[in-house]
């Protein structure tokens, strides 16, 4: 079946500072590329996805390519704010967007 | 509009017990799976209704079953708890039925279950 390797966390980062969380996968056929994020208490929220090699997914400032040929899809952000503290999970989904198979998930601590 | 609500939001049950979580879809949509998610682990994917069926199961044994009603909303019962089976269980609602599983995936806040 599907799986997800994330780096490991958390990662610390001062504000306004580089973000990139490492994700590869390994799937049969071709999977669309999730990432999603989770506050402190709150339930997952899906922050971009790609559903074929080469498209870029993009919000809020994050963004992810799906790269098809390193079977990877590493979160990237400029600049990141205090706000963007959270949990950050890569997940695969090859049978429709319901059945997801996710990564572990990397805690994200922003300092001011 | 009310997102997937979830009920209860804290629950401590002993071995050997029985439990029953609840879940209400997003309005609009039918179809709801479930996930468990461990401390420290990314959700695992448990089972998946639509029109009251269970459509997709993932890795989980007889023990963990479920309902879907008419309006939707879901039940998640698991019989005789394992200390194991502490975990956040969070329900997420689509649409299979209009076409729209391309649709993001909304889930609820969880119920935390602990197993004592």
């Known amino acids: 079946g599907d799986s997800v390797t994330q780096m490991e966390g958390p990662v610390t980062l001062s504000e306004e500072a580089f973000l990139t969380i490492n994700c590869t996968y390994t799937?049969?056929?071709?999977?669309?590329l999730f990432w999603y994020v989770q506050y402190p208490g709150e339930g997952l929220q899906l922050l971009l996805k790609?559903?074929?090699?080469?498209d870029k997914g993009s919000n809020k400032g994050f963004e992810a390519t799906y790269r098809k040929e390193t079977t990877s899809f590493h979160l990237e952000k400029g600049s990141v704010q205090v706000s963007d503290s959270a949990v950050y999970f890569c997940a695969t989904a090859t049978s429709g967007y319901s059945t997801l198979t996710f990564g572990k998930g990397t805690m994200l601590l922003v300092s001011p | 509009d009310a997102g997937v609500t979830q009920s209860p939001t804290h629950l401590i049950k002993t071995r050997g017990q029985q439990v029953t979580l609840r879940c209400s879809p997003k309005?609009?949509?039918?179809?709801v799976s479930w996930y468990q998610q461990a401390l420290g682990q990314g959700p695992q994917f448990i089972f998946q209704y639509y029109e009251e069926e269970e459509r997709q199961r993932g890795n989980f044994p007889d023990r963990f079953s479920g309902h879907q009603f008419p309006n939707y909303s879901s039940e998640l019962n698991v019989n005789a708890l394992l200390l194991g089976d502490s975990a956040l269980y969070l329900c997420?609602?689509?649409?299979?039925?209009?076409?729209?599983?391309?649709?993001?995936?909304?889930f609820g806040s969880g119920t935390q279950l602990s197993v004592l």
């Open positions: 790609a559903t074929k090699a080469d």
């Open positions: 799937a049969t056929g071709y999977p669309s």
């Open positions: 309005s609009g949509h039918d179809t």
């Open positions: 997420a609602s689509s649409s299979l039925g209009t076409g729209t599983e391309n649709e993001k995936l909304f």
